[in-house]
């Protein structure tokens, strides 16, 4: 009985519940780990960076060469999962994301800028790897429940906000004379703990339809609803990486200790995965479109409370508001990808989608520490609006698309 369920799971393109189910477990857990990973870059990042930067201007720079580090591997890794499997970059991606922190550790050690930002280049590249987790949890179930397994994941880095910030905080001052130093080599070991809880996933090898890659992919990103998809993910992320790459520096100027900063980023974190556990039901029962909507309403009024003080009480509600409207924005931009491919594309559409998001997210982060070291905060904050109306934009065609389309069979009828 177990056996022929198994095998018209196998048949049917899905896997075995228990299979399903052991899969999101292994992969929220490696969600966590990673995401405790990404923390520790934010935390410190652009402090650490202050100090061996030859000049204050680039004081964020390391946090802006990670998310180039994450756009530049997003499509290598996507390759080498079409051809070999999702666990095969898995496993990639955790190896660069130890050396990451074996990189920072001697960067801090020598006190050498450039190689800090080598560390954070690989510590991108093992995120950009992180991101195929969510898609992954998609992978041989049925598309009603995609959305769940996907959000479910996200969920682990609820996990990532409390662990992420406290290892910063009770290691950054255990290599007395050279700070971080022992943080960057607890991320290492970090990284090395994800592959190992990698290990045990179990996905369906690539097809031959998959190798192929299905239609071409011009065609799949004319789709009004693939152009929505990655503006809104992208803006989600990009306006999210904008205002948290700042938001430790600017409360570091403002006289604000590290230890508030570390707190205001464990709260972020907490608001950006803790939504996850139910952002899958939303999305199933009021769609993708409305919670991406409601996730930009929130990232704006994040950036709104900011302009309303410097206290840390202001700081540490806007990075929340933020985390939450990141989640909202992202979940359902990545579950509005998912409706855009057929199963033997959905490496390629979804990293060509990651691509794009974190290309755009880049030109921002490279532009936030600039801004704000000649500028000031509120000018990071004022410059947040503009990516959300082209947003809602993307999502009002979207839209109109829809309501098109659904019109052709009554006028047809007519």
């Known amino acids: 009985m177990t056996h022929d369920g198994s095998a018209a799971s196998a048949a049917s393109g899905l896997l075995p519940e228990n299979i399903q189910n052991e899969n999101i477990w292994r992969l929220s857990v490696a969600q966590a780990l990673a995401g405790a990973n990404a923390v520790v870059v934010y935390a410190t990042g652009a402090i650490v960076g202050d100090r061996l930067a030859p000049s204050p201007v ?7 060469i990670f998310v180039v580090g994450m756009a530049a591997c997003i499509l290598p890794a996507g390759s080498l999962a079409r051809r070999h499997g999702r666990r095969a970059a898995f496993l990639a991606g ?15 050690l020598l006190g050498w800028f450039w190689l800090f930002c080598a560390a954070t280049f690989f510590g991108g590249g093992y995120a950009a790897v992180v991101l195929s987790f969510r898609f992954a949890a998609a992978d041989g179930v049925a598309p009603a429940r995609r959305a769940r397994a996907l959000s479910r994941v996200m969920a682990g880095g609820v996990v990532a906000g409390i662990v992420g910030p406290q290892l910063v905080t009770y290691t950054m001052d255990l290599w007395t004379t050279h700070r971080f130093a022992a943080t960057f080599l607890v991320q290492a070991v970090v990284a090395v703990l994800s592959a190992l809880i990698l290990l045990g996933v179990r996905l369906p090898p690539p097809t031959a339809g998959e190798i192929a890659g299905g239609r071409p992919l011009g065609r799949i990103v ?36 590290q230890e508030s900063a570390n707190w205001g980023l464990q709260w972020h974190v907490i608001a950006m995965y803790g939504p996850s556990f139910f952002t899958g039901g939303l999305i199933a ?23 309303g003080g410097v206290d840390v009480p202001h700081f540490w509600t806007t990075l929340i508001l933020l985390g939450l409207g990141w989640n909202f924005g992202f979940v359902g931009a990545s579950a509005l990808v998912l409706e855009c491919h057929r199963p033997e594309e959905k490496t390629r559409v979804q990293s060509l989608n990651d691509f794009i998001v974190f290309g755009l997210m880049a030109i921002g982060s490279f532009s936030s520490g600039g801004l704000l070291s000649a500028y000031g905060w509120d000018m990071v904050l ?21 309501r098109a389309d659904s019109a052709k069979p009554r006028n047809a009828a007519s």
């Open 58 to 64: 680039l004081a964020t720079l390391p946090i802006s």
């Open 94 to 108: 955790t190896g660069a994301g130890a050396l990451a922190g074996l990189l920072a550790m001697c960067a801090v």
């Open 222 to 257: 004319r789709q009004p609803r693939f152009i929505a998809a990655a503006i809104c993910g992208a803006v989600s992320y990009l306006l999210m990486n904008f205002l948290m790459t700042a938001a430790p520096l600017a409360m570091h100027l403002s006289g604000h200790s």
């Open 285 to 307: 029962r009021w769609g993708a479109g409305r919670v991406v909507a409601a996730g930009l309403l929130m990232t704006g009024l994040s950036a709104a409370i900011g302009l």
């Open 382 to 402: 004022w410059v947040s609006f503009g990516p959300l109306v082209l947003a809602f934009a993307a999502l009002a065609a979207m839209a109109r698309g829809k």
